[in-house]
């Protein structure tokens, strides 16, 4: 394939190749003379399948929830619930995912006449998953059937003594599991080793759209029992809000259902009907519709706070609030604990970036004191400028580490991390190909480090030999403009596993470039077709990329590449360019 550009090595080291077939590749039978259809292709999609993916909705997408081991089964548990008004817990993890799962549950019971209790651990006391103490707890209050959400799939010792003791429990999970279950009631999970071929396809679904499903599972059971012959059935597609702000936060591919989940839970969202979103937009100051942007990096990053360096539960308690005005100070709440979240980031993310190596293919990390609330976000800012797996061991007091991990595409991190569990490195872990947790014991760092090194390296090398930046269109700087944004957006939802359009403008020349902000660079670039084009780089201030921007003679031409944004800031329909890498044209 030759380069895109005649760009083999960029400024960042990287070739640049066209994303899927190249327009002259595609055979002499089809033409695909529209940009949606050429974005669609070029991430995958089956020309026989291009109007389902064109509008992804959940009719076309979902499949029936009883394919899933143990679905049927914890949808009758459930409904028995229900129909005998049992008491029910929700217990859910603290990040976005688990909010949204838990808040989702809650909101269906709700509607079905059972109010059920949520309940999240406190990061910082009680750390991930569900543990003897608590499930023990629940149960001495009264709670005769608990559902786990976003965990459980690992916490066999909390999990069997719960069955000791005559407590039910439901698994709702989707990450990496052994060979070995935990003693449950059901344990519903895509990703479970012996789930049939059409189910174990929905393995990179969030652990909310597998809610979404056990709801779906729980409405058919009901309905079959007869439930609704003198009450109306819950809404279930009102909920899609939440689906989608969980399956974005949570980082999960866009791709089949999840597009489907995504693309019509912003249409509820941007209804306003949920009284949390509602006054968490507000708060993040969201004025328009939301985009998957916005669930990423402004609603997301608010629930996640109160997880992070707040109260735990703050997120479902917003989310499920049926008091505007108790949702707006949650809301406010959470915006005061995000600020204060990205300050301890910053200090974590210095101290972790000092400690950084080059001679290895896994970047492990650790301090004593670094918050535990940061260091999944620091290690995702790691992996991101060094491009290899990145984990983050914050040490406490007790010497034990907890450590929070990111992984590079096609190095499958939850995998190594149950693998070291298994050989005894760590106390506890567990996570998908894309993030994972540990609990390592006092010192146990350097054997644990070793280990992934030697597991990884040889995936690592593989996958950065294949690194290539990849483009969907090449354009003079005039034609990065606010109408071919919007009619790059109708390819979407986009996000991981369904990246968003990336274009190369140029050449240009740099007219005038500044370090802004926390080391970004601006810079406005004017092109041969006599237009200029606004240009950002985040973060790259201190990189070989900001240098060639700050430092670029006059005389000398570039290829950028990177994502046509709207400049929203200006107040007219104007685009900028947010710069991902650099090449020189002459």
Request: charge should be negative; include cysteine; hydrophobic fraction near 45%.
């Amino acid at each position: 394939m030759s380069p895109v550009c005649n760009v083999s090595r960029s400024i960042l080291g990287q070739p640049w190749h066209w994303r899927g077939l190249a327009a002259d590749t595609l055979d002499a039978g089809f033409v695909a003379d529209d940009l949606v259809t050429r974005l669609l292709l070029a991430r995958g999609c089956p020309r026989e399948s291009l109007e389902l993916h064109r509008t992804p909705s959940i009719r076309g997408f979902m499949p029936d929830p009883s394919i899933f081991r143990d679905m049927d089964t914890a949808a009758r548990r459930l409904a028995d619930a229900v129909q005998t008004r049992e008491q029910v817990a929700i217990f859910g993890d603290y990040d976005v995912d688990g909010a949204t799962s838990a808040a989702l549950l809650i909101l269906v019971l709700r509607d079905l006449g059972l109010e059920a209790r949520a309940y999240i651990p406190d990061r910082m006391k009680e750390g991930y998953g569900p543990t003897v103490a608590a499930l023990g707890r629940l149960a001495h209050e009264g709670a005769s059937l608990i559902v786990t959400v976003d965990c459980g799939a690992q916490a066999f010792e909390a999990l069997a003594s719960a069955r000791a003791a005559g407590t039910d429990v439901v698994v709702v999970d989707h990450h990496k599991c052994t060979s070995l279950l935990p003693e449950a009631h059901a344990v519903v999970n895509p990703n479970r080793l012996d789930e049939i071929e059409d189910a174990a396809a929905h393995g990179h679904l969030a652990a909310v759209g597998v809610a979404f499903l056990l709801s779906a599972a729980l409405i058919r059971e009901l309905r079959a029992r007869g439930f609704f012959a003198s009450r109306p059935e819950p809404k279930l597609l009102d909920r899609l809000d939440l689906v989608a702000l969980g399956t974005v936060a949570d980082v999960a591919a866009l791709r089949g259902l999840n597009r489907a989940f995504v693309a019509q839970g912003l249409k509820v969202m941007a209804r306003r009907a949920n009284p949390g979103l509602a006054a968490l937009a507000d708060a993040a100051r969201l004025t328009r519709a939301p985009t998957c942007t916005d669930l990423g990096f402004a609603l997301g990053p608010r629930i996640n706070a109160g997880g992070r360096v707040g109260r735990a539960d703050l997120g479902v308690r917003l989310l499920t609030t049926r008091d505007p005005a108790e949702a707006k100070a949650i809301a406010e709440e959470l915006d005061r604990l995000n600020e204060e979240r990205r300050a301890i980031e910053g200090e974590v993310q210095a101290a972790a970036e000092a400690m950084t190596r080059e001679d290895c293919s896994v970047t492990v990390v650790s301090g004593e004191g670094w918050h535990p609330g940061v260091i999944g976000i620091v290690a995702g800012r790691l992996k991101e400028r060094l491009g290899r797996p990145s984990l983050v061991i914050a040490i406490g007091e007790d010497g034990v580490g907890k450590g929070s991990g990111r992984s590079i595409p096609g190095v499958d991190l939850g995998a190594a991390v149950l693998a070291a569990k298994e050989a005894g490195l760590i106390v506890a872990g567990g996570g998908h190909a894309a993030a994972a947790g540990v609990t390592v014991v006092p010192g146990g760092v350097p054997a644990l480090a070793a280990f992934l090194e030697e597991k990884l390296a040889a995936n690592v090398a593989r996958a950065r030999e294949d690194r290539a930046l990849l483009l969907d269109a090449v354009l003079a700087p005039g034609g990065v403009s606010a109408d071919l944004v919007d009619a790059m957006e109708a390819g979407g939802p986009y996000g991981m596993g369904w990246p968003s359009p990336r274009v190369a403008a140029g050449p240009v020349r740099i007219v005038r470039a500044d370090r802004v902000g926390n080391g970004h660079v601006r810079a406005i670039v004017a092109g041969e077709d006599g237009r200029s084009l606004k240009a950002m780089a985040f973060r790259m201030a201190d990189t070989d990329l900001g240098a060639a921007l700050l430092g670029a003679p006059p005389h000398r031409r570039l290829w950028l590449a990177g994502r046509a944004k709207r400049d929203d800031w200006s107040g007219r329909a104007v685009a900028e360019l947010h710069v991902e890498d650099a090449a020189w044209a002459d």
